[in-house]
């Protein structure tokens, strides 16, 4: 395994030159694009890192994996589906037409941002500070990593720049789609988005899933094997937003993609697989990322169609 890892980011490493890293949201801009990194772990306890698998980033949208699962067990599927719909989209992740062209009381998944944002109103917490510390907390304890924290400086960039999310978050007020402070919702949003990770870290977020729900290495049960098949399946259909027809043909992964430049995806019964590499193609997927994925499922036929 390790030799085969070592072999794709070489292979890979060429299409870190492609794409651009994100700069809507200032801070990420600094990232350096030459990054490349992947991080494997499987059930039956093998971990395996290479190229730049130690490098930090900021979790993004791989963090709205995270806060689906919390909502579900704070509030259980049916409570979190009645205000959120499971249906894919071809519009961009951050995209304000569909919610009003298709259902106004109904942001279309938890995956792009409006769903994203409607299902972190949804965490028990009565103010950002009590969401956020219970997000951090489930994070944690997912990963064993007591040191993931939020990355003030990225989460500072987006609440002054995200007035996109903010325009999302104001129209699902008005149509009830979310009760309470919006401004509130929103900064636990950001922070959730800005909690800085390595590619071991969402990769054990993955084994968890793969795992249907328990950590491989304790056996520790995070959430039942219902939610995580829940998840699972919401990412096949919408974790790479309008290229996830794409990824099920070429990866055939569960995945879920970040701004920041990662990819976590959990292949089930198998392994959890954490990538990363911050140059994004207009979708907003890691390129080189994308690249490592297809050729390791293409390698261990990983595919679970
Ligand atoms: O809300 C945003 O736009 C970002 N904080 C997260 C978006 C994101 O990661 C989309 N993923 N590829």
Known sequence: MQILLSSIINHNRKYTKEGEVATYIPELSKADK?????????????????GDYNVKFTMQSISKVVTLMLALLDNGPEKVFEKIDMEPTADTFNSISSLETRNPQKPLNPMINSGAIATTSLIYGESSEKKIERILKFTRRITGNKDININYDVFKSEKETGHRNRALAY?????????????????????QCSMEVTCKDIARIAAMLANNGLLPWSGERIIPAHYARIVKTIMVTCGMYDESGEFAVKVGIPGKSGVGGGILAAVPNRMGIGVFGPALNKKGNSIAGLKVLEELSRELDLSIF
């Open 171 to 191: 129209y699902m007020k008005s149509t009830g789609v979310i009760d309470g402070d919006v401004e509130d919702i929103l900064d636990a949003y950001f922070m």
């Open 34 to 50: 030459n990054h490349l990194g992947i991080y494997v772990v499987t059930l039956d306890g093998e971990e395996y890192g290479e």
